[in-house]
């Protein structure tokens, strides 16, 4: 009986109860989701190499016959050996396979096979361990672009394959085309059965980039889809409605002129909010760029018409930070802020909720404990989340629903975000981008050294003490953990602390401070250092974000190589916060050109869009946000370092069809509208 999509993968050949459990690890149930489970490489299996001309160390295709009867030797309990020679027209070579004692049955003296593998040893001694071995005859894995499947215990590359193969014969004229005709038609795309086939078999590498464009775009299709509604669902709303104010009169309170940026995005955001609609809008900025600024200038402006305001940051080191900041720049304004975090208790906090609910506080900074029961505003009219790569897509909605109605959102990000991240992260709200540093911000000089040079970075320090200055030195870790394999050891800041302290400072006053402090040592810490009563401060990434000590001009970074580009500049940026010129050293032993190039990177540039770019192509985008974080549907076949141009063509059409029909609700939409649903099953909003 043929398969069908939904059929259970026991169904398969060679798939019993046993191996059903394995592939349901990978969430594999149906012969559809196994279809779906689309190939992360291939190996080019085409062509056929004579014994001679295989290249050692690599794979190889070869045709030969089996010249003796395979002996099996049993060298010890748990390893057996078979063994034979493979001749071809001109030499010959050594086959074992190591437990797999069945295969003796399976080879005929005199019969010629297809042997895939890496070839070991010159020619003349040229050998082959474990191939995949088919007759010539009867080739199913072999003679073509094979698909590497991802794997789990149990579960073979060619167990897939087969079943999937099995699945395409079977199952692919059952395969809708979710793509309108006429978007396909427009973006000459193949059809759907075309790119399923030819995705996990292709013919050539030509026809695969044919079907990974169909997917690719399918893929971006819909997730811009979706985004264009949910978008669309906050614009259409009512917001809470600001009066038009002269934000002149805010910028006169303040003890510094903005910059044309900021500006820029102030207005932005006071249109917005003036409109009547409900504001979403993404403040980018580079660290140091002043986008706390533009927060407090919006919660001005809310304030003018009553509004209260929220600022949510992730940690509770930021949000007191924030609160310190926030309180001149709107208090001279007589503005009232509040900061509530999970550290704020008994009497201090019914006080703080009792002043909230009355409208007495006009701006609440606080961590996700802004989100918990018994937090109610007067009159919330503006959420601002900092940092928001770390919240999700989830969370920010959930805050937003708290009031019961829909406030305004301003999100800061000083990740920059590259573009194409951006669009899909932040594809429903609206962007700024402060692209302006505030004046007399001088450029962070980078230097990447070895462990050779370490005295003499000990030196550089001290004499950036000497000057009058303070230094960072960053850590990765906080417990000894020897790197497995190297040997070598990551700089623990506890150790480390010491060793400075009592062997290489003695006369200098080192800090530490490290995420598994409590808070009040961590605060104590940072305080300390922040008024120059510790000439060093020894940290891990606690400081990565929005600590600000201006007289802190160097910052040290031990075994740099261990960081993300842009966490690495995140970190950087925690100096050159003053007209004083700014520092920053990367210490990395490691002598892997990747790496290597990838610390310069960062040398050459201040400009925090050219890494994140930079930092995408090499890392991938998993480093800028786990999946789960932004909320958004796991992308399988896109890769968003590559395909920006796919991604701004499957946007435009998915606009299109949207302008067109804003609810999917043609009958012809129906199952891009059924397709949309389900990828955002986790965003219930938005249908309602
Ligand atoms: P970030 O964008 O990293 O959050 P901040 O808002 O913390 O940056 O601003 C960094 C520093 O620059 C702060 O000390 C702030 O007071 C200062 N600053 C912000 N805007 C200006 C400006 N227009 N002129 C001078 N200093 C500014
Ligand atoms: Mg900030």
Redesign the pocket.
């Known amino acids: 009986m043929p398969l069908r999509w939904d059929s259970p993968v026991e169904e398969l050949p060679g798939i019993g109860p046993a191996r059903a459990k394995r592939l349901q690890k990978l969430g594999l149930s149906t012969v559809g989701g196994l279809l779906a489970w689309f190939p992360r490489d291939y190996e080019d299996r085409r062509k056929v190499s004579t014994i001679q001309d295989a290249k050692e160390g690599e794979p190889a295709c070869i045709q030969g016959l089996v010249a003796e009867q395979p002996r099996h030797s049993f060298v010890r309990k748990g390893l057996e050996l078979i063994r034979f020679r493979v001749v071809d027209a001109a030499s010959s070579m050594t086959v074992t396979f190591f437990n797999q004692t069945y295969i003796k049955d399976v080879l005929h003296l005199g019969m010629e096979y297809i042997f895939y593998g890496q070839v070991e040893g010159p020619p003349g001694r040229r050998q082959m361990n474990n191939p995949v071995v088919e007759p010539l005859d009867k080739q199913r894995f072999t003679g073509r672009i094979m698909p590497v499947y991802p794997l789990t215990a149990g579960i073979s590359n060619h167990l897939i394959a087969g079943g999937v193969r099995r699945g395409l014969d079977d199952c692919l004229d059952q395969l809708p085309d979710l793509l309108p005709e006429d978007v396909r038609k427009e973006h000459q795309l193949a059809s759907a059965a075309y790119a399923w086939e030819t995705v996990h078999f292709p013919p050539s590498f030509e026809e695969l980039e044919v079907a990974r464009r169909r997917l690719v775009f399918e893929e971006l299709f819909f997730l811009s889809a979706g985004l264009t509604m949910l978008r669309g669902r906050r614009t259409g709303t009512h917001g809470p409605k600001c009066e038009p104010a002269a934000l002149e009169d805010y910028y006169e309170t303040l003890p510094?002129?903005?910059?044309g940026a900021?500006k820029r995005a102030v207005e932005a955001a006071a249109a917005d909010m003036t409109s009547g609609g409900v504001m979403n809008r993404l403040v980018q900025?580079d660290?140091?760029?002043?986008?706390?600024?533009v927060a407090a200038a919006c919660a001005w402006l809310a304030a003018q018409s009553g509004w209260q305001s929220a600022l949510m940051a992730p940690t509770e080191l930021l949000a007191g930070q924030h609160a310190q900041t926030l309180e001149p720049l709107l208090g001279r304004s007589g503005l009232t802020v509040g900061l509530l975090t999970g550290s704020v208790k008994g009497k201090a906090r019914k006080t703080l909720l009792s002043q909230l609910a009355a409208g007495e506080i006009d701006l609440l900074v606080g961590t996700h404990a802004l989100l918990s029961e018994g937090v109610e505003f007067c009159r919330l009219g503006l959420v601002i989340t900092d940092e928001q790569h770390r919240f999700g897509v989830n969370q920010r909605a959930a805050l937003a629903e708290r009031s019961g109605e829909k406030p305004h959102v301003m999100v800061m990000s000083?990740t920059p975000i590259p573009r194409t991240l951006a669009l899909i992260i932040y594809g429903d709200l609206e962007v700024s981008v402060i692209d302006e540093r505030?004046?007399g911000r001088q450029e962070i000089d980078t230097f990447l050294v070895g462990e050779d040079k370490r005295q003499r970075m000990y030196g550089f320090v001290r004499k950036q003490v000497e000057e009058g200055h303070q230094v960072y030195l960053v850590c990765p870790a906080v417990e000894e953990n020897p790197e497995a394999g190297t040997g070598l050891t990551l700089k623990a800041v506890t150790t480390y602390s010491q060793t400075l302290q009592n062997q290489v400072f003695p006369d200098l006053k080192v800090g530490l401070v490290h995420g598994k402090m409590k808070p009040k040592e961590k605060e104590a810490a940072m305080a300390a250092f922040s008024r120059g009563e510790t000439d060093l401060l020894v940290a891990t990434t606690v400081i990565e974000v929005g600590v600000?000590v201006a007289n802190a001009t160097l910052m040290v970074i031990e075994n740099a190589d261990r960081f993300g580009l842009s966490q690495l500049h995140q970190l950087r940026g925690r100096v050159g916060?003053s007209g004083h010129k700014s520092y920053c050293v990367l210490v990395s032993g490691n002598r892997n050109p990747e790496t290597r190039q990838r610390l310069k990177a960062l040398c050459a540039t201040n400009d925090g869009f050219q890494i994140a770019e930079e930092d995408l192509k090499l890392r991938g985008p998993g480093d800028f946000f786990g999946q789960r974080q932004h909320g958004l549907p796991p992308l399988r076949v896109a890769d968003l370092a590559e395909d920006v141009q796919l991604l701004q063509e499957a946007q435009a059409a998915a606009r299109t069809l949207l302008k067109a029909d804003p609810e999917l609700s043609a009958p012809e939409h129906r199952e891009v509208r059924e397709r949309v649903r389900s990828l955002f099953e986790n965003n219930p909003d938005i249908f309602n």
């Not at 660290?287 to 600024?293: A, D, L, R």
């Open positions: 510094f002129a903005l910059t900021q900025g660290v140091g760029s002043g986008k706390t600024v000083a505030p004046p600000d916060r």
